[in-house]
C-alpha cells in the first residue's frame, strides 16, 4: 500500500482494499483480545502453555551451553585469588559450625516444645524439580520459565522455591515448561516477615530484581541493612520460613531488598504444593492479578 | 569480447529463492522466538526482538507481507514472549497502519527519517507495555523501562541492516 492506487487493475485494487479491512479487523480483534487477557487471564491458560512447550525446550538445551561458559569463567576467577578465599573460607567455616551446634539445640527444643503443643506439622512435599531456563528479558514484568510442567505434576498457582529462598509462584504450565512470576515481578505480594524480631512486612517487587518491603503497622521504619525477611504462610500459598530477600537499603518508611534466591544463579528450583489449599480457596483466586 | 566484459554481471540460477514471499513472515517469527534464548535478566531491558524486525521489514519496504498477516504474527509473538495475548495483535496491526498513513504523507525517505519513525513506535511500544503492565497489577515507574528503549533505538540499525541483508538474499540480488 505504498500509493493509493496500485494502478487500473481492479483485481489489485479490491485485494489491497480487502487486505485493509483484514487489517482493521486484525486490529479489533487484537483489542477484544488484550481486553479478554486483562480481565480474565484465565482463558488463554491452555494455549499459553502449548506456547511454553516450544519455548521451554528450546531454551533448557541452549541453556546447558551458557552455564558451562559462564563456569569457565568463574571457575578462572576463583584460581586467581585461592589462598585469601581458603583462609576466609576456613575461618567462616568454624563459626558456622559453632552456630550448627547452637542450631542443633534450639532444633530439639523446638521439636519438644511442638510436641507439647501438638502443633500439625506440614512435611515439605516437593511435587516436581526443573531450572531456570529463560526469562522475560523484554518486558517490565519478572518472569522465568521454569523446564517442569504439567507432564511433571505442575499446576498453575503453585508455589517455586529453591535452596537459597522463595522464587515464585507458577502462572502458566505447560506440559513440558511453566512460567513462574518471580518475587521481584511488581505483581507479586508476598506476606512476610523480619527473621529478627518477627515483625509481619509485606513484600512487593520493584520490577528490577529487587524486592520492596514495608512494615504492615505504620510507625518507625524497623529495617536495618542485612536484615533477613522471611515468609510468615499467611493466605495460606507459601510456606513459612523460607528466606525471601536481604535488606540492602532504608527508605522513607521502608527498604529494598535484593532477593537471596538469584533466578540467574539457582540452578535447580523446587515446586511445591500450595501451603494451605483450603485457606486459598476460601479467598478470591489467587492468580487475580497476572495477564 | 569488450562487449561481454562490460555486460552487468548476470549469473544464471540468481533469481528470488523460493518461497521468497514467505521469507519475512519468517524472520519475523524466528525473531519472536528469540526470547527462548537462555537470557535471565532481572532488569527486562533487552529489545522486543519480535516488534524490532517487524518494523525494520516495514521500513524497508512496503509490501514484505500482506498488511493483515501482523495480526497472526503478533498473536505468534505474544504467546513466545508472554506477553498478555492480544498485545503484539493490537500494536503490531496499528504500526502497520500507522505506516501506511506514513508513506503516503512522506516525500522522501533517508536514514535518519526512518530512525526517526522507529523510535517514535519503539517509544509507543514501550509506553503500552508499561501501560498494560500497569493495568494488570504491576505499576512500575516509568524511569525503569528507559533503559529498555535506549537499547532498543541503539539496536534498530543492526536489526535494519540484518534485515536489509535478508531481503538482498531472498530476492537474489
Redesign the interface.
Known sequence: MATARPGWSRRAQYGLFFSFLALIAGLLFGLILLALSLLAPAKFQQIRGAALDLTAPAASSLRGVTTTVEGLGSGASDYWDATSQNGELKRERTAMLRRMVEAKAIFQENQQLKALLHLREHEPATVAIGRVVGSSFNSPRRFAILSAGTRDGVQVGMPVRSADGLVGRIIDAGALGSRVLLVSDRANIVPARLLRGGMPVISQGRGDGTIDVRPLEVGRNPFRRGDIIITSGTGGLYPPLVPIARVVKLDDDGAVAVPLADPANISFATVEPPYEPAAIDSQASPDQDVP | MVRSALATKRRIGQGPKPFAGYIPAATVVFAS?L???????????????GFLALISWRLLR??PW???W???L??VND????????????????T??AL?LV??RTMWRDYWIEWGLAAVLLAANEWL??R??A??????PFL??VP?LVIGLCIFPISAWVVSRIDRWRLGR
Do not use: H
Not at chain 2, 84 to 92: H, I
Open positions: 522466538f526470547t527462548a534464548l537462555p537470557v535471565i535478566s532481572t532488569s527486562g531491558w533487552y529489545p522486543d526482538f512496503s509490501d500482506p498488511a493483515w501482523a495480526a497472526p503478533g498473536l504467546l513466545f514472549t508472554g506477553f498478555p495475548v492480544g498485545f503484539s495483535v493490537t500494536l503490531w496491526s496499528a502497520m497502519l501506511d508513506d503516503r507495555q508499561w498494560v503492565a493495568l494488570s497489577g504491576a505499576r512500575v525503569a523501562v529498555a
